[in-house]
């Protein structure tokens, strides 16, 4: 039955009084009157719109938003692998024939990074020490074989080596100069800068050699080539 059949079937009175009612009241309670009377009407059984403000930009569908709290986490493809220490460069320091004279030439040494100074300048000494020379230079050394190199440390006012009595042995006064700079200078190779402290069998070398070159304490680059003329 559609909703003309029930206008008809409404008793004259209670009809007359909504259309008046209508009229008085702009129309809009009897229309609200009406649809409670038939609300099988077209369109009354519908939700009412959702209504969006302009600018906005949130999906009326809660499932397309964010969870509370959601945070993004980098993918571990980018976070970046840490990188291998790199080695020092350090030199080692021999002797070279000049025109007759005695000439410091340098040959490079990598070194793996140690966790001290101290450690750092171990490797550099023990390479000196323990080689013959650098024959693509021509160039040899005047330490005596068997040298060693008994303590080594970075101290706040230089670098202490303690060498064995072989270093103070044979040798004239052009050989001695040679090897003390070999040593100043393969032992600041890291730190050009740097003060030696330097004690054969723990006691300061003062007097080198025979012939008694005297020997400041401690001793630079600048101080050994200035008193030496190297």
Do not use: C
Not at 21 to 33: H, N
Not at 69 to 93: D, F, K
Not at 183 to 196: C, E, K, N, Q, R
């Amino acid at each position: 039955m559609d909703y003309k059949e029930k206008l008809r079937r409404l008793p004259l009175g209670l009809l007359v009084g909504l259309i008046t009612l209508m009229l008085a009241s702009g129309g809009a309670v009897a229309w609200l009157t009406w649809r409670s009377l038939n609300p099988k009407l077209p369109g009354a059984g519908l939700s009412s719109p959702i209504i969006k403000s302009e600018g906005s930009t949130h999906s009326s569908d809660p499932t397309t938003l964010p969870s509370p709290g959601a945070q993004s986490r980098p993918s571990s493809s980018s976070q970046a692998s840490p990188s291998p220490a790199a080695r020092l460069q350090g030199q080692i320091y021999w002797l070279k024939d000049a025109d007759g004279r005695f000439k410091l030439v340098p040959q490079p040494l990598e070194i793996e990074p140690a966790p001290s100074a101290s450690e750092q300048i171990i490797t550099v000494l023990n390479a000196l020490l323990t080689r013959a020379g650098d024959s693509n230079q021509k160039a040899f050394t005047t330490i005596p074989a068997g040298t060693r190199l008994l303590a080594a440390s970075v101290q706040p006012d230089g670098i202490h080596l303690n060498l064995s009595a072989g270093f103070n042995q044979g040798g004239g006064s052009a050989s001695m100069v040679g090897r003390l700079g070999q040593v100043i200078y393969t032992a600041t190779s890291l730190d050009p800068g740097a003060a030696v402290w330097l004690s054969i069998e723990g006691k300061p070398l003062t007097l080198l050699g025979g012939e008694g070159l005297e020997v400041s304490q401690p001793i630079t680059r600048r101080e050994f080539d200035q008193v030496f003329k190297f």
